[in-house]
């Protein structure tokens, strides 16, 4: 009866493929009772055993992830610099008083910018609402990361 009872509280070393609560965050290498690991962390997907491959793994593949994040806030600090104090024009029929028929969306302006070269998404661009006049107005494009870039929509007659 000793013999069972001591091997119910034998510990595991395992690495966190997840977060847990009450046991570690994604990448630490963690303790646990052998039962827990066995019966519920390892076959929810939450954790593996901590050999010295898995633990290299997972090391080199949290390495590449974070090399990711740098390379992507750069290319985003870039487009915002670029994309800053950018105009575009985008020609639309106008009635009396400079007033539009339609009116100019963020897809429209999305798709002016694609042409422009920027890869931009109609849901990064921030308005209030619709421009419905002639004239320039400015909008700002939201890069993630907190970043931003303000650009000009110059709205023309179309002939």
Partial sequence: MLVCFLLYYIDMKVILLKNVDKVGKVGETKEVAEGYARNFLIPKGLARLATVGVVSAIEAKTKAAAEK?????????KMAKELSGVEIKIAAKVGEGGKLYGSVGVEDVA????????????????????????????????????LEAKLLVRVVEKK
Wanted: hydrophobic share 35%; no cysteine; proline share 2%.
């Fill in 111 to 146: 798709r002016e910018l694609k042409r422009k070269g920027f890869a931009v998404e109609s849901g990064q661009l921030k308005m209030d609402k619709p421009i419905k006049d002639v004239g320039g107005h400015e909008i700002v494009v939201k890069l993630g990361g907190g």
């Fill in 69 to 77: 994040v740098i390379h992507e806030g750069k290319r985003m600090k």
